[in-house]
């Protein structure tokens, strides 16, 4: 198992609330994905980090953001929550110049 | 357009058994493709990854099979347990950014039944 964590593991929350999704790695990697999956369907980008004080919007626009202000950790925000946000959200961590790409064990989202 | 595509989407087999997945892919420059096993409500984990030179790798009753003329990779799992039931996504890594971009199949979902 990658040293790498998520939480909350699930979240029930109401439209318009603010949340933030933890993730934290103690592998001292320095590049951090999100990932945001839907059932049935392949994992897509949504943000990433090649380091303390950058991030980049990824491929699949998200109404999310990011910030990285410490190496191990790399939280998600979401200002105002929509019932188009449920999803399962994954976080992910690589290490410099590694193929290897580890996972967190993912949010479970659900927006009322 | 890059794509991974990855058949069956399902498959159902008994304990015991051996399967093969299928995976096929267009991304271009190559650079590695992985197999991952990701349970579920769990995160993705690693199976085994290939450069361009392997044509194939092992990780215990896992192997991976890579022919980067077709573009096709198989993922065969052999005396199958019950544990194995999960989605097995194959995974292509490109060469062209130093991002060294994902591009993610949809999964086949095995189910091994007793």
């Known amino acids: 198992e990658a040293d790498i964590y998520q939480t909350p593991r699930y979240l029930v929350i109401g439209t318009g609330k603010k949340i933030t999704l933890e993730c934290s790695q103690t592998m001292g990697h320095d590049k951090m994905y999100w990932y945001q999956q839907d059932p049935g369907m392949e994992l897509h980008l949504i943000h990433y980090?090649?380091?303390?004080?950058?991030?980049e919007k990824g491929d699949l626009s998200s109404e999310s953001t990011v910030s990285r202000i410490r190496t191990e950790h790399f939280p998600l925000t979401l200002e105002s929550a929509r019932p188009s946000h449920t999803s399962q959200y994954l976080c992910a961590s690589r290490g410099q110049g590694a193929y290897e790409q580890y996972f967190g064990p993912g949010t479970r989202l659900t927006v009322t | 357009k890059n794509q991974v595509e990855q058949s069956p989407q399902s498959l159902i087999i008994l304990e015991g058994k051996n399967c093969t997945l299928q995976?096929?892919?267009?991304?271009?420059?190559?650079?590695?493709l992985r197999w991952y096993k990701q349970d579920t409500g769990r995160g993705p984990v690693s199976l085994t990854i290939?450069?361009?030179?392997?044509n194939t790798k092992s990780n215990g009753r896992y192997t991976a099979t890579l022919d980067a003329d077709t573009k096709q990779s198989s993922l065969h799992i052999t005396a199958s347990q019950l544990s194995d039931s999960a989605s097995y996504i194959c995974v292509v890594s490109d060469r062209g950014s130093t991002l060294g971009r994902l591009y993610f199949g949809r999964g086949t979902q095995l189910t091994v039944w007793p």
């Open positions: 995976c096929n892919y267009t991304v271009s420059p190559f650079s590695n």
């Open positions: 980090s090649y380091g303390v004080n950058s991030t």
């Open positions: 290939m450069t361009f030179s392997e």
